[in-house]
């Protein structure tokens, strides 16, 4: 019964910020990597983040440098401050458990369950 309930999407600007959270139930919390996620209409869903549970963060090639991915073990948390956002940044955004990560070539296995998500336009 894993529950993962992100927030804070919204419509900007490019070149404008937004920062999302995600609260997430199920799991034991701090044992775990947390990832982000993002599905754009007509594509698949691709990673975007993971952090480790001592706060390792780690970027795919398209948000490095743009991105910033945290965690608050004590509430159970993760957030994704997003900055100089690009229109093709336009999408779902998600959170999950991660399974496994890989920290070379960064990627999340995530956990078979998922939230809602939250949109995220940025606008030309």
């Known amino acids: 019964q894993v529950q993962l309930v992100e927030a804070g999407g919204g419509l900007v600007q490019a070149g404008g910020s937004l920062t999302l959270s995600c609260a997430a139930s199920?799991?034991?919390?701090?044992?775990?990597?947390m990832g982000w996620f993002r599905q754009a209409p007509g594509k698949a869903r691709e990673f975007v983040a993971t952090?480790?549970?001592?706060?390792?963060?780690y970027y795919a090639d398209s948000v490095k440098g743009r991105f910033t991915i945290s965690r608050d073990n004590a509430k159970n948390t993760v957030s994704l401050q997003m900055n100089s956002l690009k229109p093709e940044d336009t999408a779902v955004y998600y959170c999950?458990?991660?399974?496994?990560?890989?920290?070379?070539?960064?990627?999340?296995?995530?956990?078979?369950?998922w939230g809602q998500g939250t949109q995220v336009t940025v606008s030309s």
């Open positions: 999950n458990f991660c399974t496994s990560i890989t920290i070379v070539h960064p990627s999340c296995e995530p956990e078979g369950s």
């Open positions: 952090i480790t549970w001592d706060s390792r963060p």
């Open positions: 199920g799991r034991t919390f701090d044992l775990y990597a």
